[in-house]
């Protein structure tokens, strides 16, 4: 069985590659479970760069629905409060973090995309954020902070999809480059990883960043809890 997730270490930089070209990387709960591990040790290591990336087609087309229906209302949860966790874990990781996007991305992907210090995406990129057509509230504050409320409310009422020159416009980019442009992204961003040391590193980064962990977790099990999340997930899918 194909690995779902690569994971490559040079230096200071830890890479890990969404393996799932097949099923456009959704994110199935054990390649969820594979990548929050792999952060959480980073986060006791000398890790000072992490970099996200997906093979094939696209980075990530987010959920994986597949054999949702076979699941209890409480495991569907479960597998949605472990997506949280991850998001949160790479927004608060103590060292850079660095997402390369490209082709068509949606849901939890660009969520995971949007926790990235740095988020470059190749020219042809597209990202949609679906959730709240289902009634779920996930990344929803992250993604405001990016982009303001303003623009946040409207994208996501609206379920617009949204191009790489829009996205960098707007501030969830922070970079657009062709993909072979990348591995110079990359050199740059490990030079720039390193050049603080770790603690004021993990100073600047904490002093940057908004802690909202338990309201954002509160308010995905809530509206994950609601009743009838799978009808809602079926009606969305219809």
């Known amino acids: 069985m194909m690995d779902e997730l690569l994971i490559a270490r040079d230096g200071a930089m830890l890479t890990l590659t969404l ?18 591990d792999q952060i959480q040790q980073a986060s006791t290591s000398d890790v000072r760069l992490l970099v996200l990336k997906g093979n094939g087609r696209n980075f990530s087309a987010g959920f994986d629905f597949g054999g949702y229906e ?22 608060h990781a103590p060292f850079d973090t660095l997402a390369l996007a490209h082709g068509r991305n ?3 992907g660009v969520d995971l995309i949007c926790s990235c210090g740095r988020r470059v995406a190749d020219p042809g990129a597209t990202f949609r954020m679906p959730g709240l057509s289902f009634g779920l509230v996930l990344g929803t504050r992250r993604y405001a902070e990016r982009v ?3 623009l946040a409310r409207q994208v996501l009422e609206e379920g617009q999809a949204f191009d790489t020159t829009e996205a960098l ?9 062709p993909k072979e442009d990348w591995d110079e992204v990359v050199a740059s961003a490990a030079a720039t990883s390193v050049r603080l040391s770790v603690e004021a590193n993990a100073d600047l980064i904490a002093a940057t960043s908004t802690d909202t962990r338990a309201m954002d ?5 809530t509206s994950a809890a609601r009743p009838g999340l799978k009808e809602r997930i079926r009606a969305y899918r219809a």
């Open 19 to 36: 393996n799932r070209p097949d099923k456009m990387n959704a994110l199935s709960a054990p390649l969820v479970e594979s990548l929050l």
């Open 106 to 108: 949606f849901g939890a």
């Open 70 to 91: 076979d699941l209890s209302e409480g495991d569907l949860v479960l597998r949605f409060v472990r997506i949280e966790q991850l998001l949160q874990a790479v927004y």
């Open 169 to 177: 416009a707007a501030g969830f980019l922070t970079k657009a480059a």
């Open 148 to 150: 303001g409320n303003a």
């Open 217 to 221: 977790l509160a308010d995905l099990v």
